[in-house]
T-cell receptor, first 116, second 112 residues
Framework: NAGVTQTPKFRILKIGQSMTLQCAQD?????MYWYRQDPGMGLKLIYY???????DKGEVPNGYNVSRSTTEDFPLRLELAAPSQTSVYFC???????????????FGSGTRLTVV | DQQVKQNSPSLSVQEGRISILNCDYT??????FLWYKKYPAEGPTFLIS?????DKNEDGRFTVFLNKSAKHLSLHIVPSQPGDSAVYFC???????????FGKGTKLTVNP
């Protein structure tokens, strides 16, 4: 099925470890996003990208880094993991946000990360 | 400071009845409004949207109402079905921005 693929689905990290959450889309979408969802909360934007080579910070970027070397891939890097980064991470992509109501967001199934 | 408020964390209705989910927002800069639905262990999926120039949009069993003067958005599901049981997010889109703003979600349970 075409869409957004996230790996891994689950991960446990120790405090201070690093890891990369992978995200790939095969819909040729220009826009890609990383969100995190904490228990009982809505999704908060971490970083987003409007095209290959272009990234920008969202609402909660601290402790994360991103890169966008291709249209398809948008990895999220966690350096020096902290318990506050325990969350579910969602990657999404869209063609033209805001066009026709912004319904073009396609989300991956999420990565559940626990930092202990 | 919450820009989007879904004040009911949960809602339970009987199959066949109407489900009404509510959302309030604080900033008039939003110019399109969406509802996303999320099942456990899945990412959110788009359900229905409405632009700021309309006050109602209908798609099958789902209708979204927008009251701009009250800064209030609601989603009506009728008739409700057990498969509608999910978390529903009210999502707002600021004009000219890529950044959607999500509410905390309302967990809907439709009982058979």
């Amino acid at each position: 099925n075409a869409g957004v693929t996230q790996t891994p689905k689950f991960r446990i990290l120790k405090i201070g470890q690093s890891m990369t959450l992978q995200c790939a889309q095969d819909m040729n979408h220009n826009y890609m996003y990383w969100y995190r969802q904490d228990p009982g909360m809505g999704l908060k934007l971490i970083y987003y990208s409007v095209g290959a080579g272009i990234t920008d910070k969202g609402e909660v970027p601290n402790g994360y880094n991103v890169s966008r070397s291709t249209t398809e891939d948008f990895p999220l890097r966690l350096e020096l993991a902290a318990p506050s980064q325990t969350s579910v991470y969602f990657c999404a992509s869209s063609r033209l946000p805001g066009q026709g109501g912004g319904y073009g967001y396609t989300f991956g199934s999420g990565t559940r990360l626990t930092v202990v | 400071d919450q820009q989007v408020k879904q004040n009911s964390p949960s809602l339970s209705v009987q199959e066949g009845r109407i489900s009404i989910l509510n959302c309030d927002y604080t900033n008039s800069m939003f110019d399109y409004f969406l509802w996303y639905k999320k099942y456990p262990a899945e990412g959110p999926t788009f359900l229905i949207s409405i632009s700021s120039i309309k006050d109602k949009n209908e798609d099958g069993r789902f209708t979204v109402f927008l009251n701009k003067s009250a800064k209030h958005l609601s989603l009506h599901i009728v008739p409700s079905q057990p498969g509608d049981s999910a978390v529903y997010f009210c999502v707002l889109g600021p004009g000219g921005s890529e950044k959607l703003v999500f509410g905390k979600g309302t967990k809907l349970t439709v009982n058979p």
